[in-house]
């Protein structure tokens, strides 16, 4: 991906999150929240003044279908020019890491229709590490390297596990045990940040122990 694409990647998709932020500020204040508050689709029926909210959902749909297919076509591109260094990646697509505070919106559609996807997007949070796998572009993936990829990709799962282990302990102590929504709202948190991190924590300790030796 040349960095042309990625700029105008994440220009666009910080212009969708504005659009959709924007619509559902007109839709609270000027269009009776409609779009925002439960909506019985069987009744809905259509008036111009719900564009703003239909446009900016659609191309924020269609945009998050475009990044996974970038991503991934990237990465089988990788995968299939060579095998005896690391991928060619920019530093910048770190960057894509801030789409992980997407999660927060989940609080907010809880409390509007009981909603809980939004907290999948912590998931994001593991983007970051492209920052670090950015930094080891194009490096000969040698016998030290391959020795300290191994180390980082068992120190990061051992990490989550432990992670993984303390949820399930506090869920079979009790923890929200009263209340059966939240504590599914626990672990989808918990489970996307942990997985975040192990991405996250296999690039950076990768690079920390390159860089150290």
């Not at 500020?25 to 779009?35: E, I, Q, T």
């Not at 009981?114 to 016998?143: A, C, H, Q, R």
């Not at 068992?154 to 506090?170: A, D, E, H, P, V």
Request: hydrophobic content about 50%.
């Amino acid at each position: 991906m040349n960095k042309k694409k990625m700029k105008n990647l994440i220009l666009g998709g910080s212009i969708i999150i504005l659009m959709l932020l924007a619509s559902v500020g007109y839709s609270v204040l000027f269009n009776d929240s409609r779009l925002v508050e439960p909506t019985n689709l069987s009744t809905y029926s259509f008036i111009i003044q719900d564009t703003p909210m239909l446009v900016s959902g659609l191309l924020l749909f269609g945009y998050v279908i475009y990044l996974v297919i970038e991503i991934t076509k990237v990465v089988f591109k990788q995968k299939t020019i060579d095998t005896n260094h690391t991928r060619f990646i920019s530093s910048k697509l770190g960057y894509l890491g801030f789409f992980g505070f997407l999660g927060f919106l989940g609080f907010w559609t809880f409390s509007i229709d009981k909603t809980i996807f939004p907290f999948f997007f912590f998931v994001f949070f593991g983007f970051f590490s492209f920052f670090y796998e950015g930094k080891l572009s194009n490096v000969l993936k040698d016998e030290l390297f391959k020795e300290n990829e191994t180390k980082a990709t068992i120190q990061s799962y051992k990490t989550g596990f432990t992670l993984m282990f303390i949820m399930i302990w506090l869920i079979g102590m009790g923890l929200f045990k009263r209340n059966t929504e939240w504590a599914a709202i626990f672990m989808i948190i918990t489970v996307s940040c942990i997985y975040a991190l192990i991405l996250f924590l296999s690039k950076y300790l990768l690079y920390k122990y390159e860089t150290q030796d």
